[in-house]
């Protein structure tokens, strides 16, 4: 109980930050993986009192993928939830659009 022990954010909106640094344990750790063209406060005195660390990553290094997309095959990595919207490739504009207006977590375009 009591919260997560890692949080990972994955798509750079403060709202999401912010619940995810809501949801961890004391001494709980945020990885923040979405990009976010805009400052972003957090509450540093929930960070220090409950002493959590907030660390940003681009991502993994190319050794490291195929043991994520491993992960992903076994199932303990549930990427479809991250999946909000799905466009065929001709929808392509539409799907950038809904991105950008804030209306979709993660879209995935399909040939």
Request: with cysteine; proline share 6%.
């Amino acid at each position: 109980g009591g919260g997560a022990h890692v949080a990972l954010e994955a798509v750079g909106k403060p709202e999401t930050q912010e619940t995810a640094l809501g949801a961890l344990r004391t001494g709980g750790r945020l990885v923040l993986v979405g990009y976010s063209p805009d400052p972003v406060l957090m509450n540093s005195g929930r960070i220090m009192f409950r002493e959590l660390e907030v660390v940003g990553s681009l991502g993994c290094r190319p050794v490291d993928y195929p043991r994520a997309i491993e992960l992903a095959r076994q199932g303990r990595i549930r990427l479809t939830e991250l999946v909000t919207h799905r466009f065929p490739l001709e929808e392509v504009g539409t799907a950038f659009d809904t991105l950008r207006a804030g209306e979709a977590i993660r879209a995935v375009v399909t040939p």
